[in-house]
């Protein structure tokens, strides 16, 4: 999979076919995220062009925000608009490679960020990216997810079955996505210690923003 040859078309076509509903549900819990904690260890995987990566980094300005994005020209792209904003800064590390291969640090990061990100992957890669991330959130960490959904019955999963299809399509052949369904991350993610604190859905229910948190573990003698 690689979406250098999309970075540059990405907000334009993201723009076209959904209007601002991927952006409002990229940004749909930072006030509630806000109110609750100012997180200072961020991990943030599969980035894209740097459309969350700009209103989060002005939003918590002391935050240290690694990004994790194996896609050079999203990478260049989402520097650059980091550089014309005047936020790029060493508080923000890019790491270049995919979140499988990338060594992190265990029980280290007080939020975790993915969005549109786990539907990438057919369901055994997706659990190990879910697991994986779940390691690296230190105790009482918060994760921001935020995806597409295909709701049970009804109309609206007609609609959100033609959406899927096309976008499976179109990013199997523009940046060689062999995933088909979209994987059920959101069990995934509550099979984990990480708990919802909110959820709503956008675009009827096509797409959702969540905030999870996990409850501070306690130690045992
Ligand atoms: C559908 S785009 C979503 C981009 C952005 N998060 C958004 O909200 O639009 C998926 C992103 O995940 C990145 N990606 C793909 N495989 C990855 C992996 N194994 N580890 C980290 N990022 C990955 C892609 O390069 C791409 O930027």
Known sequence: MNYSRLAPFY???????MGS???????GQL?????MTQPQRVLIVGEGDGSFLLQFARLFP?????????????VARAQA??????????????????????????????????????????DALMRASVAKLNACACDSAYWLL?????????WRRLRARFWLRVLYGFFGLSAGLSARVLPDFERAVQA?????????????????????RMPARVMTV
């Open 146 to 154: 935020s995806d597409f959904c295909l709701p049970s019955r009804g």
């Open 31 to 35: 006030d509630r995220l806000a109110a």
């Open 11 to 17: 907000q334009c076509i993201e723009r076209c076919t």
């Open 192 to 212: 984990t210690e990480f708990c919802e604190v909110h959820r709503h859905g956008l675009c009827g229910s096509l797409l959702f923003s969540a905030l999870y």
């Open 62 to 74: 002391t935050a240290h925000i690694t990004v994790v994005e194996p896609s050079a020209g999203m």
């Open 21 to 27: 509903a991927l952006q409002r549900a990229r940004t």
């Open 81 to 122: 608009r980091l550089r014309r904003a005047g936020l790029a800064s060493e508080r923000i590390a890019f790491r270049q490679e995919p979140l499988l291969e990338a060594e992190l640090p265990e029980a280290a990061y007080d939020l975790i960020v993915t969005l549109f990100f786990l539907d990438n992957f057919e």
